[in-house]
Structure formats: structure tokens, C-alpha cells
């Protein structure tokens, strides 16, 4: 976590100096490489810079406008659920209409080869995101320790609370169908860096 922190950081950074912007460094860090410990300098929606997102920011742009636990884009409600908890190639999504394979979108047990996977090679969701479900766990800006409900209780959810875990979302490419779910959640240290399928995705607020 820190590291991508840090990543986050670095980007804002370059920006900066390819674009004559100030955007913010959301975080403050000490030390480098995987010795650099980070923590937040700003709240995150108070920061215009690069950063991780919060888990309600995860989940909004994971469903993309849906209430489902995969995005096909058909059906009453533009999505669905996993047909079986299998590491098949034959997993469908349930949307009601065409079911599509799950491997469409998504790198899983069924079909990673067992190891992380190029990006952007399966189909995007509602929002043009790709990799939403599997390939890498996604860290997020919260800490594990706050419950967590979709709609969000808060107009900004974060869990600020200071813990020792930080929440992972998305699955990786070795996750069963189950653990691929938009409200699936995961925990991990934020020092942890023992795992080969844990990776981030930045934002940046317009």
C-alpha cells in the first residue's frame, strides 16, 4: 500500500511537470522503495492530486451504474451474478438476456494460467474500466474496520479510522467467481508485500 502510495505521489508529480498544474500530493512519505512508508496528507476527497481511490469511489465505478455483481450492459438491471463458483471457462454471467462467459471480462481461476495477466485484454464495463474483477486485488484508500453498505450510507464513505489492515477489492486472477463480486471485500497490511496478485488503480477527480 504504501508503495502505491507513494507510486500515486510520483505521478502527481510528473504531471505537474509535463503540465505546468499544481495538483496536490495526496500523501506524505518518508523513506524509498520498499523501505517508504506513506500515510494520508489530506482527507482524499479534499485531494485534486493522483491517489488511491475509497472503497465507495471502488465500488460506484466497479458497478458503473448498476446494481449488479458483474456489468454486461443487458437485462433489467445491466448485469448480473455468477453461474457457479467453479474455475471453469463455462462460469457465465446471469444477466437475463445473453449470459456471457465471465472470462470475457475477467482473468480468474478459470482462466489465468495461474499468474497476473497484461491489462486492458477482456471486455470494459459500463464505465470503460477494464480488469474491474480479477486479474490483481485493488488496493483502496480505507482502512478495514468500518461496515461498509451499497448505497452508501454517506455522501463520501471512507474509513479513516486508523487500523492494521487496508481493504482490497476486485479478486485476483486466482480468486473462485464468489471472491470476483463488486461487494466482495478484502483485507490485507499495508507493509504486505508476500503477495504476487495484490496491485492499485489510481484516480484522479475532475
Known amino acids: ?15 505537474n511537470s509535463e503540465n505546468g498544474t499544481s495538483l496536490s500530493a495526496c500523501y506524505v512519505c518518508s523513506g524509498s522503495g520498499t523501505s517508504v512508508t506513506c500515510s494520508d496528507a ?13 472503497e465507495g469511489e471502488w ?8 446494481t449488479s455483481e458483474f456489468w454486461t450492459g443487458a437485462g433489467s438491471s445491466l448485469g448480473g451474478t455468477y453461474s457457479s463458483n467453479s ?24 482462466n489465468s494460467n495461474n499468474s ?3 491489462v486492458g485484454q477482456k471486455l470494459p464495463n459500463g464505465f470503460g ?7 490483481l486485488w485493488k488496493w483502496t484508500a480505507d482502512w478495514w474496520g468500518c461496515s461498509f453498505s451499497f448505497p452508501p450510507t454517506s455522501t463520501d464513505p471512507h474509513c479513516n479510522s486508523t487500523g492494521s489492515r487496508r481493504v482490497l477489492r476486485g479478486g485476483n486472477w486466482s480468486s ?10 478484502s483485507l490485507s ?11 492499485f488503480r489510481l484516480v484522479l477527480l475532475p
Open 1 to 15: 500500500w504504501h508503495m502505491s502510495a507513494a507510486f500515486a505521489n510520483a505521478v502527481t508529480s510528473h504531471h
Open 42 to 54: 489530506i482527507t482524499p476527497y479534499q485531494c485534486d492530486g493522483y491517489r488511491l481511490p475509497t
Open 59 to 66: 465500488v460506484y465505478a466497479a458497478r458503473s451504474g448498476t
Open 87 to 110: 474455475c471453469s471457462t463455462s462460469v457465465t454471467i446471469l444477466d437475463g438476456v445473453s449470459n456471457p462467459l465471465l472470462s470475457d471480462y475477467s482473468w480468474f481461476c478459470g
Open 116 to 118: 497476473t495477466q497484461p
Open 129 to 135: 474500466l477494464y480488469d474491474v474483477h480479477g486479474n
Open 176 to 185: 473462485t467467481p464468489f471472491n470476483l463480486r463488486v461487494s466482495n471485500r
Open 189 to 199: 497490511s499495508p507493509t504486505d508485500r508476500s503477495y504476487p496478485y495484490i496491485g
